[in-house]
């Protein structure tokens, strides 16, 4: 596609349930991005792949947070037992080089609602 | 992102008028990024500025990059209702690494 893609767009879970989460970035595109977004809020990072490499994982906020990206195309942000904390949109975003400060275009993000 | 304020939060102004949205940094920048988004959707790329004093437009959009003040503004001139949304504005703050921080976006409205 022309675009990034997320999937799926709305994602409702029980606290406790694992969730994944799919993007698939401009295709030929080196670097993906995962943010988490807060209602009201800027979008805040949470990982960084290069290819299949995943170069910065700084942002995750806890070890229930997993991202990969094993043939360095799509990527899967998973979140294990999910807490009512989690609801945010995760957007993915992705640019064409590795090269700082490439510009980064996103998807539309996917909304995680945890009851 | 405390790194990155943006003022105004909201902005309701009536079509056809001029606006100014701010974003100020407390750390140095490398490279500063306006982004547009509306409800339920993703982030729409508008601008990148990367030099002090580089100055951008794109048709009744301008933005511009102070790098001594560590500041940035966009500017709508002769605003339609197309332009309502969320606008954000992200940066690069540490040197070398790929990530942005963003601000906490600014609501702009537009009166008919």
């Known amino acids: 596609g022309a675009g990034v893609s997320q999937s799926p767009r709305y994602k409702v879970a029980k606290r406790g349930q694992d969730v994944a989460l799919r993007c698939d970035p401009i295709?030929?595109?080196?670097?993906l991005f995962w943010y988490q977004q807060a209602l009201g809020q800027g979008p805040e990072f949470l990982t960084y792949?290069?290819?299949?490499?995943?170069?910065?994982k700084s942002g995750l906020p806890s070890d229930r947070f997993f991202a990969e990206r094993p043939e360095g195309s799509v990527s899967t942000l998973k979140i294990q037992r999910t807490q009512q904390e989690d609801s945010a949109v995760y957007l993915c975003a992705s640019s064409h080089t590795r090269l700082l400060w490439d510009t980064q275009y996103f998807g539309p993000g996917t909304r995680l609602t945890v009851l | 992102s405390q790194e990155l304020e943006q003022s105004p939060q909201s902005l309701i102004v009536q079509e056809g008028k001029n606006l100014t949205i701010n974003c100020t940094s407390s750390?140095?920048?490398?490279?500063l990024y306006w982004y547009k988004q509306k409800y339920g959707e993703g982030l729409i790329f508008l601008m990148m500025?990367?030099?002090?004093?580089e100055e951008k437009s794109h048709e009744k959009i301008t933005a511009k990059l102070d790098e001594k003040k560590q500041q940035s503004s966009l500017h709508i001139t002769a605003s339609q209702p197309s332009h309502a949304g969320i606008y954000l504005c992200g940066a690069g703050i540490i040197q070398g690494a790929q990530k942005l921080v963003f601000g906490q976006g600014t609501r702009l409205t537009i009166n008919p």
């Open positions: 792949f290069q290819n299949e490499a995943q170069l910065d």
């Open positions: 750390k140095t920048l490398y490279g």
């Open positions: 500025l990367q030099k002090g004093g």
């Open positions: 295709s030929g595109h080196v670097s």
